[in-house]
Each structure stands twice: as structure tokens, then as C-alpha cells.
């Protein structure tokens, strides 16, 4: 398999499209399309194709009604895919809260560790990414994802969030901080309030000069699209991905510096058009 330029290499992107590769049966959005190996590697090669720069692959689904996946099952899930894409080329991250998961994706051959809780979920995280791998600290409150999810209304402003985000990294080796992307974690905690989640999306460049680390941002398909659409259920995926486009546009146009999705090529067609208007 040949890997072919990254997507902000060949259109002159000054940002990063990073695409989605659930391994997972029960994702939100895809579970189960790609809990096959081969089907997962074929999504992954895709991806690239359509402007993937990176691919964030992950074993456990991180919405409400998931049920929790051990780090055994996780591995048997992504180890696989992780394997054959990076044998081909490609940059790849593992999408996990587990430190064990991170260790064995590393030696693998993982670029990026992509870590939804920033730490939260497995203190042992901090200890398990090595020098030369880039560490991704989301924002979350909780220590269990269904904690998450039970007080998850009440208002968020991106200087709690830029706060937050920086004492979790303060809590890493020097070698992750100097090197470390941070999240914002539209819809971790933040609900389907499209309110709080866009002025977090509107905030990206702030929040950024406030920890001193670049912002990827995660709109994809999340709940707060619907409510800022003004539209609770009827919207279907290619809506959906609509409206995240959309929503990259205003996160990349206020500083974010990767955006993870998981219909690249509608975006990533977008993203170059704005960025060559």
C-alpha cells in the first residue's frame, strides 16, 4: 500500500485534519462499521486519500451509553490496525485514556497518544509517553467517563477549560509538556449546549496563547451541532457532517491547529477552498 501525501501537504493547509478510525461496536457515529481489521485499515487507507494528516485510531467508545472496554480487549481491537498503517506510512495516533493501551501503541509505532481525560482516567498516563511522542490532553471533569456524563450542563468558559488544561499538564514529565496539544473537549461535560460548545470553538486561538500549547478541536458529529442548527433530531449524517465543517471553519478560523473528524474529504475539500480564498 502506498500512503499519499498528508492532506495539508498537498493543498498548503496551515493546519492539521486528523480522521477518525473507530475499531469499536458501539462509537456513537460508526460503531461497528470498521470493528473488522481489514475494514478498519481499508477506512484508515481512505482517509489518507481523502486529506487525513494524521489517523487517530481507538478501541473504546467514549459516549454515554458505551459500555466500558478492557485494555485487553482494546488492544486485540487497535494493535492491528495500528500495525498494518503504520507499516505503510502513515502517522498515526492511538485514541485512549488507558496508560497500558498508550505503551503498547507506542511500541507499535504510534506518533501521537490522544487522551480524551488529559490524564484523568489513569494516572499512570503521565509515566507511559516516552520522548518523541506527541501527547494530546483533552478536557474533561471526572475520573470514569459515565462521571462525565452525569453533571455535564452546567455552563463551561474556556478560561475554566485553559486552567483546567493546564494543571493536568503541569502534572506531566517536562519532556510531554514541551511537545503537548491540548483539547478542549467539545461535548465531554459540556452537553449538547451549543452555546458553551462554540465559544469554545471561538476561543481556540485564547485558549492556545493562555496553556502555551497549540488546540486540536473535535466537533465531529457531536450532539451541539444539532441545538446550534436549531434542529434536535432530524438532521442525518451528511447534515451532520455539514454542519461540522462548519464548525471547523470557526475553530481553524480562530486559531486551532488540528481539527479531528470523521468525513475528511467533505472537510478537507472545504478547509482548502477557505484556505486559498
Known amino acids: 500500500m502506498t500512503v499519499p501525501k498528508a492532506g495539508s501537504e498537498r493543498s498548503g493547509l496551515s493546519f492539521l485534519i486528523m480522521g477518525v478510525v473507530n475499531v469499536t461496536p458501539d462509537s456513537f457515529s460508526d460503531g461497528g462499521r470498521y470493528l473488522v481489521t481489514d475494514a478498519a485499515i481499508a477506512h484508515g487507507t481512505q482517509l489518507l486519500s481523502d486529506g487525513a494528516d494524521v489517523l487517530d485510531v481507538g478501541g473504546e467508545a467514549t459516549n454515554p451509553r458505551a459500555e466500558p472496554t478492557s485494555a485487553r480487549d482494546e488492544l486485540a481491537r487497535v494493535l492491528p490496525v495500528i500495525e ?88 506531566f514529565p517536562a519532556h510531554v509538556r514541551a511537545t503537548a496539544w491540548v483539547d478542549p473537549g467539545l461535548g465531554f461535560g459540556k452537553g449538547a449546549d451549543a452555546t458553551t460548545n462554540m465559544e469554545l470553538l471561538r476561543h481556540a486561538g485564547d485558549l492556545a496563547r493562555s496553556v502555551g500549547r497549540p488546540v486540536m478541536v473535535g466537533p465531529s458529529r457531536k450532539r451541539f451541532l444539532r441545538r446550534w442548527l436549531g434542529d434536535t433530531a432530524g438532521l442525518d449524517e451528511a447534515a451532520l457532517d455539514r454542519a461540522t465543517v462548519a464548525a471547523c471553519v470557526e475553530g481553524v478560523s480562530a486559531g486551532a491547529k488540528m481539527v479531528r473528524v470523521h468525513n475528511v474529504a467533505l472537510l478537507h475539500t472545504t478547509l482548502t477552498a477557505y484556505n486559498n480564498r
Open 84 to 171: 498494518a498503517l503504520v507499516g505503510a506510512g502513515a502517522n498515526v495516533s492511538i485514541d485512549t485514556t488507558k496508560a497500558e493501551v498508550a505503551r503498547a501503541a507506542v511500541a507499535a509505532g504510534v506518533r501521537w497518544v490522544n487522551d480524551i481525560s488529559g490524564g484523568l482516567f489513569d494516572l499512570e498516563m503521565a509515566a507511559a509517553i516516552p520522548e518523541g511522542i506527541t501527547y494530546i490532553a483533552g478536557h474533561l471533569r471526572g475520573r470514569s467517563i459515565r462521571e462525565v456524563f452525569v453533571d455535564e450542563n452546567r455552563p463551561v468558559t474556556w478560561q475554566e477549560v485553559a486552567t483546567e488544561l493546564a494543571d493536568r499538564l503541569a502534572g
